[in-house]
């Protein structure tokens, strides 16, 4: 039907501009509409095996291809199975549109009926119900506010609202790219900070640059007052990679980072830091530095009681701001001294082997996956314990390459359908995924999605039978372990039921083949590694992770369900 509203909604995400992916899951309220997206030129509609599954592909399309990322899901229970990869998607910050079909407007006897928009809101932070047509434009307006500010938003259409007619027309509304507008200036108060800092950063010998979230965007700008300075570079885990390959980097702060970076802070006289919350997690050192008044402090919305020098300003133009003023000429570059990874590893690292037919070392397992990836390459960790040595070996080889799913809202199940996202969003490409056994069982349907579609995906499942960091909680407290153990099927002959490529990895002798199971390249399809690790390793991230988490110490309250919440802020 012209001119009603599903056509409408069809038309602002066709109107875009460029090709649009849709990941969908059918259902009675949302089968009209993924009809209509898929009648329409440009758009392709992806269909996956569950409604968690879709949201998190939308979402790894947005984190790896920096553009929208949209779902649709049906109604009712369509929404409720969508609800923590909603929630994931708002820890993150990902543009993500959620459709969601919704009951009809007068039929509250439906068994899927129930607050959906309420619902959508709290997990998501971002819903509105279309009960009429005429509602129509003002809930597109604030979807795409939302949208261009950086979170996801589900635009909820009950059945008979879809087809319906709108009076006089809808004017096209362009929901995606965001336009461009200047940020606004310094105000008068934060034009004095960054005159204070400056001062501060001249006399400055070991300064330390770290941006986070909301430094990503001042990227270059800030590799350049980081060359005017001779200053560290590093970041928080929402901003890793962004200094990728510059001299002057040191990574990731906080246990989940490689080291350098926490040594640099270790070292430090003076803290720049830019779009970041400066969350616990990035450790106690930027507290400290707080406390000697040694910290400044560039953000838009700074997170108050943090001490310091506070400019809240856009953070490019803060950082452009500070460089005009350290002013001309610049001193010869203080290059930091070369710091060696304290954690990340090779194929020569010390890790304690278990004899040769024993369970792999997971810290030897990750460095000899980190010798056989190419240079550049995008990669989504997900999984709970097995994901910090992850994380602290592979490192971010740009802002948009990596992922730790599991870091954003503490959950794990995502990770598969992410990096699936991730495929799509960067075709031509091989994207690796590294996982633990207990997060692949969890988002296991989709990996047929991954094959149906020929996906050049490789996935690395560091393999402890069970969930390990529960396992370490439970022996912490003098607890049976055995509640936490959950041995794995075949994983490998899983993979190839479903038309992957499988692989097992099970004992230190066979590790070298690794590397030939590893391809580089696109063309290969989906492969599946099943390495089986041991699984009484104990990360030394994971116990102070956990304790920062839930405000306990060693014998004290450890990380909730799946003990995965290991972010390290903003």
């Not at 992850?390 to 794990?412: R, Y």
Request: hydrophobic share 45%; proline share 8%; charged share 15%.
């Amino acid at each position: 039907m012209t001119g009603c509203v599903r056509d409408a909604v069809v038309g602002a995400l066709a109107g875009q501009g460029a090709p649009l992916t849709v990941f969908a899951l059918m259902g009675g309220a949302n089968q009209e509409l993924i009809c209509a997206l898929a009648d329409q030129d440009g758009v392709r509609v992806v269909h996956g095996r569950h409604e968690a599954g879709v949201v998190s592909m939308a979402d790894g399309y947005a984190r790896f291809g920096g553009g929208l990322g949209v779902a649709t899901v049906t109604a009712g229970p369509g929404v409720t199975n969508a609800a923590t990869a909603l929630a994931v998607a708002r820890a993150r910050g990902s543009a993500v549109l959620l459709l969601a079909g919704d009951t009809a407007t007068a039929h509250d006897r439906s068994p899927q009926w129930f607050e959906q928009d309420v619902f959508a809101r709290v997990c998501g932070g971002a819903s509105a119900r279309v009960d009429a047509p005429e509602g129509l434009a003002g809930a597109l307006a604030e979807a795409r506010r939302v949208l261009h500010r950086g979170g996801p938003f589900t635009l909820n259409l009950p059945v008979d609202v879809q087809p319906a007619p709108i009076p006089g027309g809808l004017p096209p509304v362009r929901l995606w790219p965001p336009e461009q507008h200047g940020s606004a200036p310094p105000s008068a108060d934060a034009e004095a900070a960054l005159r204070e800092a400056a001062g501060r950063l001249r006399g400055a010998a070991r300064p330390v640059v770290l941006a986070g979230r909301g430094g990503v965007r001042a990227g270059t700008a800030l590799k350049l007052l980081g060359e005017r300075l001779g200053a560290s570079l590093a970041t928080t885990l929402p901003a890793a990679g962004l200094f990728a390959g510059h001299g002057l980097d040191t990574g990731m702060v906080g246990g989940l980072g490689d080291g350098r970076a926490d040594a640099a802070l270790a070292e430090a006289d003076l803290l720049l830091a830019v779009g970041t919350s400066l969350h616990p997690l990035a450790g106690s050192r930027p507290a400290a530095l707080a406390a000697a008044g040694r910290l400044i402090r560039v953000d838009t919305a700074p997170r108050p009681g943090t001490g310091g020098i506070v400019a809240a300003c856009d953070a490019a133009l803060g950082v452009e701001a500070l460089t005009v003023l350290l002013g001309p000429p610049p001193p010869p570059p203080r290059t930091p001294r070369p710091r060696a990874p304290v954690r990340a590893g090779d194929t020569t690292s010390p890790w304690p082997v278990a004899g040769r037919d024993g369970p792999v070392h997971p810290m030897r397992a990750v460095a000899e996956l980190a010798a056989a990836l190419p240079a550049e390459r995008p990669v989504v960790i997900g999984g709970g314990h097995a994901a910090l040595g992850a994380c602290q070996t592979l490192g971010a080889t740009g802002p948009h390459d990596f992922a730790m799913v599991s870091a954003d809202f503490g959950a794990i199940g995502q990770a598969l359908a992410v990096a699936i996202g991730a495929c799509f969003a960067r075709p031509g490409e091989r994207v690796f995924h590294v996982t633990g056994d207990g997060e692949l069982m969890m988002g296991l349907a989709d990996l047929h999605t991954a094959v149906r579609y020929g996906l050049d995906l490789t996935v690395v499942v560091l393999n402890d039978q069970g969930f390990a960091q529960e396992r370490h909680n439970l022996a912490r407290s003098g607890r049976p372990t055995a509640h936490a153990d959950h041995p794995a099927p075949d994983l490998a002959s899983l993979a190839r039921s479903l038309g992957a490529v499988g692989h097992t990895i099970a004992g230190t002798a066979q590790l070298p083949l690794l590397r030939h199971a590893v391809p580089a390249r696109s063309g290969s399809g989906v492969v599946l590694i099943d390495v089986r690790i041991d699984p009484a390793y104990l990360n030394p991230a994971s116990e102070r992770i956990a304790a920062v988490l839930t405000g306990g110490g060693p014998g004290g309250p450890t990380a909730g369900q799946d003990g995965t919440a290991t972010g390290t802020g903003a």
